[in-house]
């Protein structure tokens, strides 16, 4: 059965910390890992990372798919109030569903 | 595009009353997905369709729950009979196909009490 899990589940810093968010999966034909922020309601989309690219920039926030240990991870550096939410990571199973991992909950401290 | 639409936002009522959320999606995306989140199980994917086409609902808790897409522009998630457990927040989200992200709805917080 087509699993993600992330790590850790929940984690605390404080503005200017450098955090790491840890996404490994295991799928039945990898095509592409998502992440996403969830903030008050809806997630949001944040990357895509698929076989044909492993690294995707955005600001303060990057992410890297490592498909030999089957994972990606998604820094955030010098991290803001603002950073504060649930992001989680997605990957396609089957022909056209998304199974997500149950999140990281991040907590940034003025 | 005013992204996936859901209504009602919110949603408080009793338990064995029937209730139903629906879904605008996004205008040209051929994918419909239902979703409930909780804290426990974070997000569960109930039931998609392609093409207005229910493909898996292998996620549907029970028969007591049951969704249609009749047009490409919308869709309901019906519970009846509604049960405390129920409690969650659904979203609907959709997208072109596969190997493009889904958007969400802001979802609906249905509390059954």
């Known amino acids: 059965e087509d699993k993600v899990v992330q790590s850790p589940l929940s984690l605390v810093v404080h503005e200017g910390d450098t955090v790491t968010l840890n996404c490994s999966y295991e799928?039945?034909?990898?095509?592409?890992l998502l992440w996403y922020k969830q903030e008050k309601k809806a997630p949001t989309f944040l990357f895509m990372l698929?076989?044909?690219?492993i690294e995707k920039k955005s600001g303060r926030l990057s992410s890297i798919l490592d498909k030999k240990e089957l994972s990606s991870i998604l820094n955030i550096t010098a991290t803001q109030t603002g950073d504060s939410a649930i992001y989680l990571c997605?990957?396609?199973?089957?022909?056209?569903?998304?199974?997500f991992g149950t999140g990281t909950r991040l907590k940034v401290l003025a | 595009d005013a992204g996936v639409i859901q209504s009602p936002r919110h949603e408080v009522t009793e338990m064995g009353q029937e209730v139903t959320l629906r879904c605008k999606p996004i205008?040209?995306?051929?994918?419909l997905f239902w979703y409930r989140q909780t804290m426990m199980r974070g997000l569960e994917l109930l039931i998609y369709?392609?093409?207005?086409?229910?493909?898996?609902d292998s996620g549907m808790p029970e028969d007591r729950f049951s969704a249609k897409m009749p047009n490409a522009s919308f869709s309901t998630l019906k519970i009846q009979p509604s049960e405390p457990r129920d409690s969650a927040v659904y979203f609907c989200?959709?997208?072109?196909?596969?190997?493009?992200?889904?958007?969400f709805g802001q979802g609906t917080r249905l509390t059954v009490v």
């Open positions: 989200a959709s997208s072109e196909g596969q190997l493009y992200e889904a958007f």
């Open positions: 205008s040209g995306h051929n994918s």
């Open positions: 698929t076989s044909s690219g």
């Open positions: 997605a990957v396609p199973s089957g022909t056209y569903k998304y199974i």
């Open positions: 369709f392609n093409n207005n086409v229910p493909i898996d």
């Open positions: 799928v039945t034909n990898f095509r592409s």
